[in-house]
């Protein structure tokens, strides 16, 4: 089943171009990564899809329903669950009272009926130790970890990660990896916009180029990385 | 089944053995209190009366800035504004004195729909500054109003300040019975609404309004019950204070410097804690009493001890003394408890 649909989207501040009719359709329980180098417009469109960002045009239909005018929470109580690249803690509320917020408000569940959800929630983040710390007393793998847990507690039907694995070490990533590979072996569907594109490779199951505001290929995983193509706008630029 | 039984290995609680010392303690506080015009002298009757509003505008400013993020420079609107109401019912509409309150309350939360049209458009200084000026526009307007003695105000008339008064109890009484309730109602109603669902995302605004948005929370919604509510509160404090006063003029009702003192007290006691108002009017006090003879050297060392304690203690006296130290007088926080084992293997204890 199609949960996302987008439709020439297109989006400019002044003579930049940060989307520029871009389509795209995830379906029920794939994993979408999202790749391009640096200023290719990829938090942009992150930011339109999960509504803190209007187009200029196009739309966006989530679950058979046009939703381009939805507000952002609003789209969280649709079913879209966000992480925030850098992480955005509620930091004076503990690990569990992060997710409780994310339960009741976007997941439309009373207190008491979240408290097992949460904490099931934070045992798969592996945060459960710290269900009772405040967040803003995290390590930076605990807080990126939180922006998932937090994400997944308002039972999304579709997971937006935004550069998740930004900003940590390699083993720092690859356990987080780990973790979002188990979250959607569980069923969630995830869309996943990363610089970093081994974290990515581990978990998405197609593989979509962005650069310059528009879509440049899309595909299986292995055969996009393998393209010409890719590797000249991708790496070529990264390795400038 | 498992979920069933996995459900019986959480637990979560907001209390905490801190806490349930301070509610007795709490609950000996009152009692005290309430006795204490059978046996206190009037002057320090009247002493407690200002205290407790005081202590009720900290409160509910602290709700409306440190929890929703409202930072209004313009809340002497609705303390005026309560006033100017207690005063025009009680004497040009002949209404009971003490039912004129609670109508003051009511048309301070009716002013605060339409505020919030105003309030809710401006972010940050913007906004600080347009809530000041609506302010200052009311206090033009209430000089214009003749019938309420225009720019040099009015008195209320000896028989309505009589009039002041429920059963055998004197109008000293009454309104320390008021004002007494008023603050233990701001404490109380704060203290319930964070408890609540509607608290969790009202602290979850407090920490980060963007966040909070994002994970479904409707913070316009939050954010409106919050400012009609203060409306309502900061209304019927105004209509007490005046009705205790018996002069009200424009420039005293809306002065500016009723809202700086709100914000002292809450700066200094610790923004976003519902213990930093109480413990920010104590110091407030405290300073009062102690430096009133020094004349303007006294708001000098007022806006001494505001500068220093922001500079060192950002998160005010109460912040920072219970910070790490997780204690808590009002415990709001929920704590998961576990027991691992049984969560980790849910059908151990049947078998």
Redesign the interface.
Known sequence: MELLRIEDLSKSFGAIKVADGVNLTVKEGEALGIIGPNGAGKTSLFNLI?G?LRPDSGSVHFIGKNITAL????R??AGM??T?QIP???????V???C???A?????K???QS??RC??IL?QMRL?KK??VLAGNLSLLERKALEVA??L??SPRLLLLDEIAGGLTDAEAGELVKMIKLVHQGGTTILWIEHIVHALMAVATRLMVVNFGAMVMEGDPAEVMQSSLVKRIYMGMEAA | MT?EL??RA?R?KQSSPVSCISAVGAALLVAFLISAPSWIDRGHLSLLVEFFYFLALAQMWNLLAGFAGIISLGQQAFLGLGGYVVFFAAMRMGWNPVAALVLAGVVGGLVAVPGALIVFRLHGAYLAIGTWVVAETFKLAFSEVKSLGAGSGISLLAAVARAVRIGPFSRDTVLYGAALLIALLSIVCSYVLLRS?AG??L??I???E??????????LRIKLLVFVGTGFGTALTGALIYLSKLRISPAAAFDINWTSYMIFIVVIGGI?TLEGPIVGTLVFFLLRQYLADLGSWYLIVLGVVAVVVMLKMPSGLWGTFAKNRDISLFPT????F?NADE?ADPGKLRA
């Open positions: 999960s803190s507000s952002m929470e609003n969280c109580r669950g966000r925030f955005r803690s509620f930091c004076q509320m503990t569990l009272e992060n409780l917020v994310a009741t408000a976007g997941g439309r009373s207190e008491t408290y097992l904490a099931e045992d459960i269900a009772n937090r994400a507690s308002s | 979920t996995k459900a959480i979560v669902q969790l995302a602290t979850a407090r920490d980060n963007a966040t909070a948005r994002s994970v479904g929370v409707n913070s976003g926080r929920r704590r998961l576990l969560y």
